[in-house]
């Protein structure tokens, strides 16, 4: 195997000319003959995503796609977001045209073949007249994909409907021409199922117009359905601005948004959509995230405020400088998230796939044998026949194909409205099975901004030597308390020069503060260096931590000289979203790096009654296997980069999207803003779409298994049988779409 086999390249096409599931399926197999070649294609979204080796081309991946009886569109180049979300097409016009003129010309045959009072002479002839355009014309897009699958010797849905409606019609211009039917002053009954009667004077002209314009009908309410599921991401991408006034030597000037480049300086006033990712150089104002993050409430900013790309400027004028653009916004890489969740597939949908597969030569054998079976024992080959075509116009599995893929188009888009990004259908699959949350206590239960409370020194010192020194230690460390201890030391004046620091992870540091050896952190980095906290400090700690504050010892000249005190507060909303967990049937555990006492204080504040504490960043992942290995399924939610690993072990990963991008990589769902009760939210829009798509499957499958041995019967005419078939596929896709009525917590 050579280098580049282990990091395979992707690419997603725009495949056209599916109709149905078993489409995708085989070009599926096309694609996975060629060597060291994985698709992926969805026939809701019409994408396919390929993983290659460097070896094969992309012209090789569109030949074999075009070999199947399809075509691709090549992958263009990574375009701005502003030209990305260009208004699609209403590719729907020319299936609804269709539709609209199949039945003005059905509705008058199937009117006279059902009221017999009405068959006035010559009234078959007139039918025949009405009924040829329907089947050549309105029927061209199920008789071309028909020829086309038959030269490349496959079969699929459309092949039902092709020969359905054209034995019916091919019968119909048999007795009209040869037979009796074509006499003048000739009447026969209507009758929803099959009954014996005289092959020459029996005309099937109602069934093939109405079969045609049921069939084109349920077509053109699929892809309307598909297009308003794949609504919610399109109005996401098209939240971008298209144009920015930027500044350039002094001067202001207005150009399209594609042009900024990262280090721009460009300006905002009050009602204009940010332009892009930045920071805010000059200005104050209140910003508007909510068709991000869902968070209603503006956000204050002011410079050195990051700011996000379609966010609206409600206040005053902003200078910012562009830090991301293009591809790289979050805008882009939330619109590429919900996309990649789109293109995949969940196991339910693979089976439903191999299933489609299989079943069309198989209703071929079925529809061949009902009407060998209706010739024997019936002695009528009309009864026959009409059983037969309403075998294959019923049968086909339009529904199955559907079933999936829409539930998991709108429910994702859905959850991008809301910002919930889902990552995958397999994640789908996995909420449901979960009966564990490890939640991170900072920056995820808690706000994790950390203030410092106290500073408590040790008889004879000094509260500003005590934080004078430990903040100027502890001003190269980028952790939560670090930051705060260094900000409480440079509001109470100029920091010290540190002439070396040393970072002992998961404890604190340790360095050289204007001529000092100093240690800052946990009581046990001290004792690790042979410094004991005197028994004043020692009961001082225990109160603190009983009051739910973290302590940091601070040491120096081999003593101990004092601590300081740490409050996080708790985030509203978390205690809530503790409640909505546990009603879920999940066992929330708190999960920290502090010590019991202050893990427990907060764990009460939120309403959880297991906590694991004292974990180090790198032990965080082997707690979750060690819950994993006692039989539990773990879900885990955290936003800091020492999350990242217990992110990617956990059976389901939740990163806070306030959080960092390797967290965010790690996990497999990411709230875009940074409230705990989303976690609640995302897990209850994916089994609500699981849910939509087991009643999908329950449907399409229930109704192949009972209208096929209906049909087979002879209890369901061929019009009726296309009635059915299209309400079927109809039925999935509506009650996908309820998925869009999903409301998060209040």
């Not at 996975?32 to 993983?51: H, L, M, W």
């Not at 409907?161 to 006499?183: E, K, N, P």
């Not at 609504?231 to 350039?248: P, T």
């Not at 990242?644 to 967290?663: E, F, K, R, S």
Request: hydrophobic share 50%; aromatic share 4%; proline share 4%.
């Amino acid at each position: 195997m050579t280098t580049q086999d282990h990091a395979p390249l992707q690419v997603e096409f725009g495949i056209t000319g599916m109709t149905c599931a078993s489409c995708a399926m085989r070009i599926e197999k096309k694609l996975r003959k060629i060597d060291g070649v994985d698709a992926t294609v969805n026939f809701a979204t019409e994408k396919a995503k390929v993983s290659y080796p460097e070896r094969v081309s992309t012209e090789e991946l569109i030949g074999a796609i075009r070999a199947a009886g399809y075509d691709a569109a090549v992958p263009q180049p990574a375009r701005p977001v502003a030209e990305d979300a260009a208004p699609v097409p209403d590719e729907t016009a020319q299936l609804r045209h269709r539709m609209i003129v199949s039945w003005v010309l059905a509705a008058p045959v199937i009117v006279l073949a059902m009221v017999p009072a009405f068959q006035f002479r010559n009234w078959q002839w007139l039918s025949l007249v009405l009924t040829a355009p329907v089947v050549v014309w309105g029927g061209l897009p199920f008789h071309r994909a028909a020829w086309a699958g038959l030269r490349h010797r496959a079969t699929t849905m459309d092949t039902l409907v092709s020969i359905g409606t054209i034995a019916a019609f091919g019968w119909s211009l048999y007795a009209l021409f040869i037979g009796d039917a074509g006499m003048p002053g000739m009447h026969h009954g209507f009758s929803l199922t099959t009954a014996p009667s005289e092959g020459s004077r029996t005309i099937y002209l109602e069934a093939a117009a109405g079969v045609t314009a049921f069939l084109l009908t349920g077509r053109y309410l699929e892809a309307r359905s598909k297009r308003s599921a794949g609504a919610a991401l399109r109005a996401l991408l098209e939240l971008g601005a298209k144009d920015v006034s930027v500044l350039r030597d002094g001067r202001e000037s207005t150009i399209p948004v594609e042009e900024l480049r990262v280090g721009d300086l460009f300006v905002t006033r009050s009602g204009e959509k940010i332009a892009t990712d930045g920071e805010v150089v000059e200005g104050t104002s209140a910003v508007d995230n909510s068709a991000m993050t869902g968070e209603s409430v503006p956000v204050e900013v002011g410079p050195g405020s990051a700011v996000t790309g379609s966010a609206v400027n409600e206040g005053g004028r902003l200078v910012v400088r562009a830090t991301r653009v293009g591809a790289d916004t979050a805008l882009a890489q939330l619109g590429r998230l919900v996309e990649e969740a789109q293109t995949g597939k969940a196991q339910v949908q693979r089976l439903a796939d191999r299933v489609s597969a299989i079943f069309v030569p198989v209703v071929l054998v079925l529809a061949v044998l009902t009407f060998l079976g209706w010739a024997i024992i019936g002695g009528s080959v009309v009864t026959a026949f009409t059983a037969a075509v309403a075998v294959l116009v019923v049968a086909c599995p339009c529904a199955l194909g559907l079933a999936t893929p829409t539930a998991l188009l709108v429910g994702s888009g859905r959850g991008a409205q809301l910002g919930l990004l889902i990552k995958g259908p397999e994640v789908l699959e996995n909420t449901r099975t979960v009966d564990t949350v490890l939640l991170d206590k900072t920056g995820t239960v808690t706000t994790g901004v950390m203030r410092v409370v106290r500073v408590i020194p040790a008889e004879g010192e000094h509260e500003g030597d005590v934080l004078a020194l430990a903040g100027a230690l502890e001003h190269g460390s980028a952790h939560p308390i670090a930051r705060a201890i260094s900000d409480a030391a440079t509001e109470h004046g100029t920091l010290l020069p540190v002439d070396r620091m040393t970072d002992v992870s998961g404890l604190g540091v340790t360095g050289e503060v204007d001529g000092r050896e100093v240690i800052v952190g946990r009581p046990n980095l001290l004792q690790r260096s042979g410094v004991e906290l005197p028994a004043e400090l020692a009961s001082a700690m225990r109160d603190a931590e009983g009051a739910g504050e973290t302590v940091v010892a601070v040491a120096w000249d081999a003593a101990a000289r004092g601590l300081i005190t740490i409050a996080d507060e708790i985030k509203p909303s978390s205690a809530t979203a503790v409640a909505e967990l546990r009603r879920l049937g999940l066992s929330p555990v708190l999960l920290t790096g502090d010590n019991e006492q202050v893990a427990r204080t907060v764990a009460a504040a939120v309403g959880i009654d297991e906590v694991i504490a004292g974990v180090l960043p790198e032990e965080k992942a082997s707690r979750v296997r060690e819950l994993q290995a006692s039989g539990r399924v773990v879900a885990m939610v955290g936003d800091g980069v020492n999350d990242a690993a217990a992110l990617a072990q956990a059976d389901l990963g939740i990163a806070m999207g306030t959080g960092t991008d390797v967290a965010i990589e790690a996990s497999d769902l990411t709230l875009v803003r940074g409230d705990l009760r989303g976690a609640a939210d995302a897990i209850r829009l994916s089994r609500s779409t699981l849910r939509v798509i087991k009643a999908n499957l329950v449907w399409a499958f229930g109704y192949n298994v009972a209208a096929i041995p209906l049909a087979m019967s002879g209890r369901l005419g061929p019009m009726v049988a296309g009635f059915a078939m299209a309400f079927s596929s109809v039925f999935v896709v509506l009650n996908s779409l309820r998925l869009r009525r999903f409301q998060p917590l209040p």
